[in-house]
């Protein structure tokens, strides 16, 4: 069964409040990845010697699968939602629930199936770990185990108190459970991560606490490099320039458009193997300072309209210490030493490379990502980066099939030789063009839809000045035309059932639009009038 699209809450644009919703989780766990991303494939899950892990590594049952997007929204949006409604110290036996109360919850309809299996699939989950965390008294802690989380029993079967189980239950196992009751706990707002994809969410879950950190030092962005996203996270680490703006573009999107991020740089670097990585740097949008405000107060407080900073130039420096911040350290290297041997001749003192600037750092990584050679990449880079750059574009237009010797053979003639562009780049153009032409007709559209919220707005205007003028001179019709307003308003949300908060919200904030109000009081004039008697109001009210 194919998922709605999830429904994103709306920015704030008004001082009016809007209650955060928050759930608080265990940071000792839930920092390493236990679920894949992807909606497809088996990815490994198996982390060394980074953070607080010495070793954190998941394997799961063959017969149920790896647990996916699916398992993944029902650990983090219903058990753990259970889990914190539950209250501490955490029982070793929760209640979720019927399947089809699940499957609700997490937009299935009725496709209980698809339910039990990603519940076997989150129970079957084997962890092997040796991790280190903070607990609520400030103590360090450690983990050495393997472990699964918690057992399932199904409707209708046996419960350790002899009852039989009325709805779907989980047992917790001893370990997950002493961590749930011991590890420090952080906030997140519920409603936003169940609205967001699941890649998204867990780029929410890893980043918030860089985002929290950066607020609570006051610097002007917050720092992730996308190696440690794509480790935290299971999504596949790419290592061109070209297919990592595409995979983030997407895992940023959303929080762009909801105002949890203002804005996203990028720095060219490696990582400690020499690989290309990026510094991702996020400027923290207004919502993100909403939330961090609501947290600090310690109670489901409200997000207020914020207006981002203004502030272009962004310190470069970095907080002394980041709470709860994950880091990434290489781990140690040792050597072994051998008794030395008497050199033939003189040793050569070679001279360090010239470190690359994180530009041509950049063109370089994509030049060996296409198959070209590292010293042959660096040359071209440093010789004539524009050119690199065109040819780069037209072999991205490129398949296998058109290359005779490999792309990295055709670079390292096209570049120094300047050839001119491929068919297939000239068939991009065309779209690129085509696509050009489709957004100055969407701008076009745009300017005209403005002018309309601009006639609209003088029409409400109007509006306005009507309900003055009746309330001056007929405050009994304005009494029995909002009450108007409130009986039609209640039918229209009695409509929805309570589950569906937000959409409620929604319908009935509809009602105190004046476009709304005009409307319904354009109905209901003719027969207040044929009782009471005329109104003097002036035309067009």
């Known amino acids: 069964m194919s998922r709605k699209p999830p429904v994103l809450p709306a920015p704030t644009t008004d001082d009016s409040a809007a209650p955060l919703s928050i759930i608080r989780t265990e940071t000792a766990l839930s920092r390493f990845p236990v679920h894949r991303i992807a909606k497809r494939g088996d990815v490994t899950i198996e982390i060394k010697n980074q953070a607080s892990a010495v070793l954190w590594e998941v394997t799961h049952n063959s017969k149920y699968g790896q647990p996916g997007p699916l398992a993944y929204k029902l650990d983090t949006v219903v058990i753990n939602r259970t889990i914190e409604e539950t209250g501490k110290p955490v029982p070793k036996l929760l209640r979720l629930g019927s399947l089809k109360e699940i499957a609700a919850a997490l937009d299935l309809g009725r496709d209980t199936n698809t339910v039990k299996n990603a519940l076997l699939q989150n129970a079957f989950a084997a962890i092997n770990a040796k991790i280190s965390y903070k607990a609520m008294d400030k103590s360090e802690r450690f983990l050495e185990a393997a472990f699964t989380r918690y057992s399932v029993l199904f409707t209708g079967e046996t419960l350790p108190d002899g009852r039989k189980a009325d709805a779907v239950y989980l047992i917790l196992n001893d370990i997950y459970q002493q961590v749930l009751n011991e590890a420090q706990t952080r906030p997140l707002d519920y409603e936003y991560m169940k609205a967001l994809p699941p890649a998204a969410q867990r780029f929410y879950e890893i980043a918030s606490y860089q985002i929290y950190a950066a607020l609570l030092h006051k610097n002007p962005r917050a720092k992730l490099t996308y190696s440690d996203y794509c480790t935290l996270s299971t999504q596949t680490r790419y290592t061109d320039w070209d297919h990592v703006k595409k995979q983030m573009y997407k895992v940023h999107l959303p929080h762009l458009r909801f105002g949890y991020l203002a804005k996203v740089e990028y720095e060219a670097t490696t990582d400690a193997e020499g690989k290309p990585d990026w510094n991702m740097l996020y400027t923290p949008g207004p919502n993100a300072a909403a939330e961090f405000n609501a947290f600090k107060g310690g109670g489901n407080r409200a997000v207020q309209k914020l207006t981002p900073s203004s502030n272009s130039k962004h310190r470069?420096?970095?907080?002394?210490?980041?709470?709860?911040?994950?880091?990434?350290?290489?781990?140690?290297?040792?050597?072994?030493?051998?008794?030395?041997?008497?050199?033939?001749?003189?040793?050569?003192?070679?001279?360090?490379?010239?470190?690359?600037?994180?530009?041509?750092?950049?063109?370089?990584?994509?030049?060996?990502?296409?198959?070209?050679?590292?010293?042959?990449?660096?040359?071209?880079?440093?010789?004539?980066?524009?050119?690199?750059?065109?040819?780069?574009?037209?072999?991205?237009?490129?398949?296998?099939?058109?290359?005779?010797?490999?792309?990295?053979?055709?670079?390292?003639?096209?570049?120094?030789?300047?050839?001119?562009p491929s068919k297939q780049f000239k068939a991009k153009q065309q779209q690129v063009e085509a696509q050009k032409k489709k957004t100055e007709a969407l701008a076009s559209a745009k300017a005209r839809r403005e002018q309309e919220t601009a006639r609209q707005g003088a029409q409400e205007a109007g509006w306005l000045q009507t309900l003055r003028r009746l309330e001056q001179a007929h405050p009994e019709a304005l009494t029995a035309f909002l009450a108007r307003v409130?009986?039609?308003?209640?039918?229209?949300?009695?409509?929805?059932?309570?589950?569906?908060?937000?959409?409620?919200?929604?319908?009935?904030?509809?009602?105190?639009?004046?476009?709304?109000?005009?409307?319904?009081?354009?109905?209901?004039?003719?027969?207040?009038?044929?009782?009471?008697?005329t109104l003097d109001l002036p035309k067009g009210s």
């Open 316 to 420: 470069a420096t970095e907080p002394a210490t980041q709470v709860l911040a994950l880091s990434f350290p290489t781990a140690p290297t040792t050597r072994t030493s051998a008794a030395p041997k008497a050199p033939a001749t003189p040793p050569v003192h070679k001279p360090e490379p010239e470190p690359l600037n994180p530009e041509t750092a950049a063109l370089v990584a994509a030049l060996v990502a296409s198959e070209l050679n590292h010293a042959t990449a660096v040359l071209y880079a440093k010789g004539d980066s524009d050119e690199c750059r065109r040819q780069l574009a037209f072999v991205d237009a490129m398949t296998e099939a058109d290359f005779t010797g490999g792309r990295g053979a055709y670079l390292a003639r096209a570049i120094p030789e300047k050839w001119g």
């Open 486 to 533: 409130e009986s039609e308003r209640r039918a229209a949300v009695e409509k929805f059932p309570v589950k569906s908060a937000l959409l409620r919200k929604q319908v009935e904030a509809e009602f105190d639009k004046p476009g709304k109000q005009r409307e319904i009081f354009a109905a209901w004039l003719p027969a207040y009038e044929a009782a009471h008697g």
